[in-house]
């Protein structure tokens, strides 16, 4: 069983920063991310990460994310800086095994207002 466990989401206002932290339980994955959903969206990749160290971002947070791996085994950090309003969205943390499965945390809110 993989539980995943989210924390650091919160309210901001424009231009600030949060970081977003990620801890997986369970086997070693193949890739570790990041996705959102704002309202009325469908969900989409933010940035992911390889074992093998390949980062991917999506365009509208390149040079504005950063996606890293913790000190500890199995976790993923998102620090996002000079967040927009359009950033409003649930975040949700995405692990991948080598089945392949997915497995995704319950969601954490970033809501970026003054």
């Known amino acids: 069983q993989v539980e995943l466990e989210e924390t650091g989401g919160g309210l901001v206002q424009p231009g600030g920063s949060l970081k977003l932290s990620c801890a997986a339980s369970?086997?070693?994955?193949?890739?570790m991310g990041w996705y959102r959903q704002a309202p009325g969206k469908q969900r989409e990749l933010v940035a992911s990460?390889?074992?093998?160290?390949?980062?991917n971002y999506a365009d509208f947070v390149k040079g504005r994310f950063t996606i890293s791996s913790g000190d500890a085994k199995n976790t993923v950090h998102l620090q996002m800086n000079n967040l927009k309003p359009a950033d409003t969205a649930v975040y949700y943390c995405?692990?991948?095994?080598?089945?392949?499965?997915?497995?995704w945390g319950l969601g954490t809110q970033v809501t970026v207002s003054s």
């Open positions: 995405n692990v991948r095994d080598w089945g392949p499965t997915d497995y």
């Open positions: 369970g086997s070693i994955f193949i890739a």
């Open positions: 990460m390889s074992a093998t160290g390949d980062i």
